[in-house]
């Protein structure tokens, strides 16, 4: 499975925006970029998703790069709700597997 | 709400005792999914199910025994379990596992505390 890299934490205040990067460097063709989050005392929950061109949704950006070994997930406007700890993870498209890594805790001051 | 629930939430139990941790999703999703979280370790996948049938075990010791009677609810009947095996597990649903944009919705999880 390829793996992800991503920082151990990050810190924002209220009502900025925040860029999570994650490094997928092995990453194959077929595997698209998931992205969930876990707020405190909660499981997972999905952000948003892409193979290569760059999404939106009501939650999140993702920006994937061109070669594909990094994507970075964009809150637009941080907010107390949003700490939580993000998984940035790759799911090859035959498979539903979901192989979460450490992630990146986010933390956010008002 | 995510339309997934657990319960117990909270489970303290013996290694003699025989415990079963229930998952119930309200969603009509064809796969369920047993995680478990242990503290500073990622989550990591125990069981799947897909139409009822279990699809994926991954390496999970016999003690821990999933139960899928129907898409709607999902078992993980445990005995005789260690103390290491205290986590957080979590269960998941999702509606369609072969497609791509499938995403999955947990639950809040069973915090499982053995002595």
């Known amino acids: 499975d390829a793996k992800t890299t991503q920082p151990n934490s990050m810190e924002s205040n209220e009502e900025e925006p925040v860029h999570l990067p994650c490094n997928h460097s092995?990453?194959?063709?077929?595997?698209?970029i998931h992205w969930y989050r876990q707020l405190p005392s909660q499981g997972p929950e999905y952000v948003i998703h892409g193979l290569t061109s760059n999404v939106n949704n009501r939650m999140a950006s993702l920006a994937i790069a061109e070669d594909r070994k990094s994507s970075t997930l964009i809150l637009h406007r941080a907010t107390l709700r949003d700490a939580a700890v993000y998984y940035c993870?790759?799911?090859?498209?035959?498979?539903?597997?979901?192989?979460f890594g450490t992630g990146t805790r986010l933390q956010v001051f008002p | 709400e995510t339309g997934v629930t657990q319960t117990p939430r909270h489970l303290v139990m013996g290694m003699t005792n025989k415990k079963s941790l229930k998952c119930e999703q309200h969603l009509g999703h064809n796969a369920m999914y047993w995680y478990k979280q242990s503290a500073k370790k990622p989550l990591e996948l125990m069981f799947v199910y897909s139409l009822e049938e279990r699809v994926e075990n991954n390496s999970v010791p016999s003690r821990f025994s999933p139960e899928c009677p129907n898409s709607s609810h999902l078992f993980l009947h445990l005995h005789t379990l260690q103390p290491e095996d205290s986590a957080l597990y979590l269960c998941?649903?999702?509606?369609?596992?072969?497609?791509?944009?499938?995403?999955?919705?947990f639950g809040p999880g069973t915090r499982l505390t053995v002595l």
């Open positions: 993870i790759l799911r090859p498209y035959n498979t539903d597997k979901l192989i």
């Open positions: 092995t990453i194959s063709g077929t595997d698209y």
């Open positions: 998941a649903s999702s509606q369609d596992p072969e497609d791509i944009y499938n995403e999955q919705f």
